[in-house]
T-cell receptor, first 112, second 114 residues
Framework: QQQVKQSPQSLIVQKGGISIINCAYE??????FPWYQQFPGKGPALLIA?????SEKKEGRFTISFNKSAKQFSLHIMDSQPGDSATYFC???????????FGTGTRLTIIP | GAGVSQSPSNKVTEKGKDVELRCDPI?????LYWYRQSLGQGLEFLIY????????KSGLPSDRFSAERTGGSVSTLTIQRTQQEDSAVYLC????????????FGDGTRLSIL
């Protein structure tokens, strides 16, 4: 049973464009929704995270949009740059569960 | 180094051998996690430590897998009688206290079973 579904599997965006990655979850007990960025040969690094008491969080070019009723959240990368080319993972957690459940990842490629 | 350190970075071994993977968490982080990442897959939770105790071992795939943590710091993941399906990248993460605190990952150990 997949607790979080991530799409698309891969994404190609032109430099300067907006990259959008989506995740959907089932368990309404989840209350923490981080996004991780992973470069080849490296471990995932926390990019941005949101809790369900807000609908949007922005940090620089990265924004999380959260729709509690639809049980969906998405990552938007504005003004996408070649250096953003990486694999992105959404994850879910609930306080006290002490482990992250990850989506299957999106390989993002930014082309000039 | 201030980050999570894992060793070895790469390990190649023959089927049936035992392997030990090591994780040095960030100093002061009481929570430690092991995950497994198979080729092209997401990360799969294996085990969680709070201090030296492991309250959640639910992700360990079989009794060939075990882990321990000593001194509230270094952790070792042991795989006995390795199988080819054990080939993956094993990632360690640590966080302050746990409970939705950000998890900081090491760069992993790439394990290949011949």
């Amino acid at each position: 049973q997949q607790q979080v579904k991530q799409s698309p599997q891969s994404l190609i965006v032109q430099k300067g464009g907006i990259s959008i990655i989506n995740c959907a979850y089932e368990n309404t007990a989840f209350d923490y929704f981080p996004w991780y960025q992973q470069f080849p040969g490296k471990g995932p690094a926390l990019l941005i995270a949101i809790r369900p008491d807000v609908s949007e969080k922005k940090e620089g070019r990265f924004t999380i949009s959260f729709n509690k009723s639809a049980k969906q959240f998405s990552l938007h990368i504005m003004d996408s740059q070649p250096g953003d080319s990486a694999t992105y993972f959404c994850a879910v957690d609930n306080f006290g569960n002490e482990k992250l459940t990850f989506g299957t990842g999106t390989r993002l490629t930014i082309i000039p | 180094g201030a980050g999570v350190s894992q060793s070895p970075s790469n390990k190649v071994t023959e089927k049936g051998k035992d392997v030990e993977l090591r994780c040095d968490p960030i100093s002061g982080h009481t929570a430690l996690y092991w995950y497994r990442q198979s080729l092209g897959q997401g990360l799969e939770f294996l085990i969680y430590f709070q201090g030296n105790s492991a309250p959640d071992k639910s992700g360990l795939p079989s009794d060939r897998f075990s882990a321990e943590r000593t001194g509230g710091s270094v952790s070792t993941l042991t795989i006995q009688r390795t199988q080819q399906e054990d080939s993956a990248v094993y990632l360690c993460a640590s966080s302050q206290r746990g409970g939705n605190q950000p998890q900081h990952f090491g760069d992993g150990t790439r394990l290949s079973i011949l």
